[in-house]
């Protein structure tokens, strides 16, 4: 199949010269690369919903790469949550420093808790989302999406030499949607200034449904669906650079694609390479555990909002709650002894 | 205290987020301790999130740097309002790291230095929190889950 693969390369925001010159490295070699269309956008997550960017990602049909400053997790589903779906493509591309790690199977999560799990119809495509910090030179990046291509151009094969599952096909669109190509988009309009926008993005490989970011949230962020499913219903209400609700959430689903810790930030778990030694406790940053800054983070936002703090006294998950009833186990006489130590 | 010297000029005060502190006509000025540089090392990004002119809160987040080993949210060392951010340092902030002391001074604070420390209370509290510093610094090597 002639199909073409389209590589979109979402700019860091800010002009950070060394991030902006390995964008344009990656571009260069990219736009000579065969069998695949570029196209440039500002930010992917500072794209509104009328930002020509936007409308490009979403009139993609096929598969689709897309190299962002932000984690694969981070940037797959923020683009589900703005209906750009498709099946998570794993990336061969890791950070550095991350060769023993397990590799985790998004497609087939092996699930202790039941998540809420990608929702609707899912396109017969695979999206796959590269971090411009795993390389620094655009040599890898080029690798992979050779990689990549070769690898779809043989999943399409084996699709078009079997019978299709008939199944499958029910409530996709039509077969070879016309589209519009890239041609309908000019590269001005696709990097128009996007402004900066500020929101979480939920992990829905993760959410179990459990809710406590809407009890938490004062500023109405938080809405359900017609199934009682959690969504961010009003992105634009969230407080710019307040995290809070993320350090409540039980699951570590809820992302700030660019909150500088990164386990906020959409990392995975175990994700060593290329991370850096976080300085802020020590320049003075608040110090303590996660419901304590979230309670802080929240207050803040509350009282620059002109309204009154409410400290710990709403929202507050009750996790410990009920512990006291059990029988207390040898774990637990042994956490008393070392209190009556006084230690 | 590590095997580096670090030296502490006894021209000015100190606050406890390793910034030094120095009056001015108008303000205090601020700028990194070496202590601080010689944990973070080569600085080359730095981005304020508060523009000059704006009253900020002790320890209020104003903004971020990235260096070559570490990263780091940058606070307010005391409440008051920001005069000026150094202007030599947006394009290059290299200077912290050349003259962290002189030409890579921060930023400029109009506001009450309480709780600064003098050049003795401030040699005191880093060999006081060394131990405290190690663990944090090693913890994190260890583990990602930095909150």
Same mark, same amino acid.
């Given at each position: 199949?002639?199909?073409?693969? $389209?590589?979109?390369?979402?700019?860091?925001?800010?002009?950070?010269?060394?991030?902006?010159?390995?964008?344009?490295?990656?571009?260069?070699?990219?736009?000579?690369?065969?069998?695949?269309?570029?196209?440039?956008?500002?930010?992917?997550?500072?794209?509104?919903?009328?930002?020509?960017?936007?409308?490009?990602?979403?009139?993609?049909?096929?598969?689709?790469?897309?190299?962002?400053?932000?984690?694969?997790?981070?940037?797959?589903?923020?683009?589900?949550?703005?209906?750009?779906?498709?099946?998570?493509?794993?990336?061969?591309?890791?950070?550095?420093?991350?060769?023993?790690?397990?590799?985790?199977?998004?497609?087939?999560?092996?699930?202790?808790?039941?998540?809420?799990?990608?929702?609707?119809?899912?396109?017969?495509?695979?999206?796959?989302?590269?971090?411009?910090?795993?390389?620094?030179?655009?040599?890898?990046?080029?690798?992979?999406?050779?990689?990549?291509?070769?690898?779809?151009?043989?999943?399409?094969?084996?699709?078009? &030499?079997?019978?299709?599952?008939?199944?499958?096909?029910?409530?996709?669109?039509?077969?070879?949607?016309?589209?519009?190509?890239?041609?309908?988009?000019?590269?001005?309009?696709?990097?128009?200034?996007?402004?900066?926008?500020?929101?979480?993005?939920?992990?829905? &490989?993760?959410?179990?449904?459990?809710?406590?970011?809407?009890?938490?949230?004062?500023?109405?962020?938080?809405?359900?669906?017609?199934?009682?499913?959690?969504?961010?219903?009003?992105?634009?209400?969230?407080?710019?650079?307040?995290?809070?609700?993320?350090?409540?959430?039980?699951?570590?689903?809820?992302?700030?694609?660019?909150?500088? &810790?990164?386990?906020?930030?959409?990392?995975?778990?175990?994700?060593?390479?290329?991370?850096?030694?976080?300085?802020?406790?020590?320049?003075?940053?608040?110090?303590?555990?996660?419901? $304590?800054?979230?309670?802080?983070?929240?207050?803040?936002?509350?009282?620059?909002?002109?309204?009154?703090?409410?400290?710990?006294?709403?929202?507050?998950?009750?996790?410990?709650?009920?512990?006291?009833?059990?029988?207390?186990?040898?774990?637990?006489?042994?956490?008393?002894?070392?209190?009556?130590?006084?230690? | 205290?590590?095997?580096?010297?670090?030296?502490?000029?006894?021209?000015?005060?100190?606050?406890?987020?390793?910034?030094?502190?120095?009056?001015?006509?108008?303000?205090?000025?601020?700028?990194?301790?070496?202590?601080?540089?010689?944990?973070?090392?080569?600085?080359?990004?730095?981005?304020?999130?508060?523009?000059?002119?704006?009253?900020?809160?002790?320890?209020?987040?104003?903004?971020?740097?990235?260096?070559?080993?570490?990263?780091?949210?940058?606070?307010?060392?005391?409440?008051?309002?920001?005069?000026?951010?150094?202007?030599?340092?947006?394009?290059?902030?290299?200077?912290?790291?050349?003259?962290?002391?002189?030409?890579?001074?921060?930023?400029?604070?109009?506001?009450?230095?309480?709780?600064?420390?003098?050049?003795?209370?401030?040699?005191?509290?880093?060999?006081?929190?060394?131990?405290?510093?190690?663990?944090?610094?090693?913890?994190?090597?260890?583990?990602?889950?930095?909150?």
């Amino acid at each position: 199949m002639a199909r073409k693969l $389209t590589v979109v390369l979402s700019q860091a925001p800010g002009k950070h010269p060394a991030k902006r010159g390995l964008e344009e490295s990656v571009a260069a070699a990219l736009l000579v690369e065969p069998g695949v269309e570029l196209a440039v956008v500002p930010n992917l997550y500072d794209l509104g919903p009328d930002h020509t960017g936007r409308l490009f990602l979403d009139a993609v049909r096929g598969d689709m790469v897309v190299i962002s400053w932000l984690y694969p997790r981070a940037a797959f589903w923020l683009l589900d949550r703005n209906g750009i779906k498709g099946h998570y493509g794993e990336t061969a591309l890791k950070p550095p420093a991350d060769d023993d790690e397990e590799e985790t199977d998004t497609d087939t999560p092996v699930e202790k808790k039941e998540t809420i799990g990608p929702a609707g119809t899912i396109p017969d495509r695979h999206i796959y989302t590269l971090d411009f910090r795993d390389a620094k030179s655009p040599g890898p990046f080029v690798d992979e999406v050779r990689r990549i291509l070769a690898e779809c151009k043989s999943r399409h094969e084996a699709k078009a &030499s079997s019978p299709p599952p008939a199944l499958l096909e029910l409530g996709l669109p039509a077969k070879s949607p016309i589209e519009p190509g890239l041609a309908a988009f000019s590269p001005d309009q696709l990097l128009a200034d996007a402004g900066r926008r500020w929101y979480p993005v939920i992990d829905y &490989s993760r959410c179990t449904n459990c809710l406590e970011c809407l009890d938490f949230c004062l500023f109405g962020v938080y809405g359900v669906d017609d199934h009682d499913r959690i969504v961010t219903e009003n992105q634009d209400q969230c407080k710019k650079g307040c995290p809070a609700c993320s350090r409540v959430c039980p699951e570590q689903a809820i992302i700030f694609p660019e909150y500088k &810790s990164a386990a906020i930030a959409g990392a995975n778990d175990g994700v060593v390479g290329g991370l850096k030694i976080d300085l802020s406790k020590l320049f003075g940053g608040d110090a303590g555990d996660a419901i $304590t800054a979230a309670v802080a983070e929240r207050d803040r936002e509350l009282v620059a909002d002109g309204r009154q703090a409410v400290g710990a006294t709403i929202g507050i998950p009750k996790r410990q709650e009920g512990r006291d009833h059990k029988p207390k186990d040898e774990l637990d006489k042994l956490a008393d002894s070392l209190d009556d130590l006084g230690v | 205290m590590g095997k580096h010297p670090a030296p502490l000029p006894g021209d000015r005060r100190y606050c406890r987020n390793h910034m030094w502190c120095k009056a001015t006509d108008d303000g205090y000025r601020f700028g990194f301790t070496a202590y601080a540089v010689r944990l973070m090392q080569d600085v080359y990004f730095l981005e304020w999130s508060v523009d000059a002119g704006a009253a900020v809160a002790a320890r209020q987040p104003i903004g971020f740097l990235e260096s070559s080993k570490a990263q780091s949210e940058l606070y307010a060392p005391l409440a008051g309002t920001v005069l000026r951010f150094n202007p030599s340092l947006l394009n290059d902030p290299s200077a912290i790291n050349v003259d962290g002391y002189n030409a890579g001074w921060l930023f400029d604070l109009s506001g009450d230095p309480v709780g600064t420390l003098d050049v003795h209370e401030y040699r005191d509290f880093l060999t006081a929190g060394w131990e405290h510093t190690q663990r944090l610094l090693k913890k994190q090597v260890h583990e990602t889950e930095d909150e």
